[in-house]
Each structure stands twice: as C-alpha cells, then as structure tokens.
Nanobody, 124 residues
Framework: VQLQASGGGLVQPGDSLRLSCAAS????????MGWFRQAPGTERESIAA?????????DYADSVKGRFTISRDNAKNTVYLQMNALKPEDTGVYYC?????????????????WGQGTKVTVSS
C-alpha cells in the first residue's frame, strides 16, 4: 500500500488542523493505521493508532489524549488526524503508517508501510 500524507502547515497555539493520509489499494480497510510524529532533534514517536475495519478501537499517546482524534473512512481509503488545541510542542513532521495487525497498536516495529510526512509548525 502507498500512503500520502497532507494537511500540514503553520498554525498558532490553540488552533486546529486536520491531517489526511490517502492510501492506495483495495485492502486499506484491513490495515491498522497510525500517526507518528518527529520533532526536530528527537526520535519519531507514536501518537495515535486506529484498528482495522473489524474492530473499533483507538489508542493515543498521553501527550495528545483529549486533543487529537484519529479516524478513518474506508470508503475513501483515508485516515485522518484531527488536532485541536495545538501547542508549540506539537511541532514536527507527521507520518502516517500502516500495519498488518488488525489492532490499534502504537508500536512502531509493527508498521511496514509509511507515508512521506507532512510538516506541522505551531508558533505564534
């Protein structure tokens, strides 16, 4: 599967932004999906995950819980990350990824397909 992330940009603290990740292929609904973030000078971290079509589960990093929402539209082969109440520490490059596991796992080692990343900058 090929993934294309989009929707990044420059926003102010407190603003909202929605990232999209469009996937190719007819089996998108079978993949668990995740969003990862890499801030400047840091390692990539998992921030959100959603299970495949069979299960209805999500998981979030503590740093984004209550502010970010991951969702998917299997008819459009797209996964979203709605980001509210953005903070400067949310700045980074955001990557979407797909795993063959059906569950909402945030363990990076299980992700085999990666998008190219979209940059989010939160600054006043």
């Amino acid at each position: 599967v090929q993934l294309q992330a989009s929707g990044g940009g420059l926003v102010q603290p407190g603003d909202s932004l929605r990232l999209s990740c469009a996937a190719s292929g007819r089996t998108f609904s079978t993949y668990g999906m995740g969003w990862f973030r890499q801030a400047p000078g840091t390692e990539r971290e998992s921030i959100a995950a959603i299970s495949n079509w069979r299960y209805s589960s999500t998981d979030y990093a503590d740093s984004v819980k209550g502010r970010f929402t991951i969702s998917r539209d299997n008819a459009k082969n797209t996964v979203y990350l709605q980001m509210n109440a953005l903070k400067p520490e949310d700045t980074g490059v955001y990557y979407c990824a797909a795993t063959n596991l059906p569950s909402a796992t945030r363990e990076e080692r299980f992700y085999v397909y990666w998008g190219q990343g979209t940059k989010v900058t939160v600054s006043s």
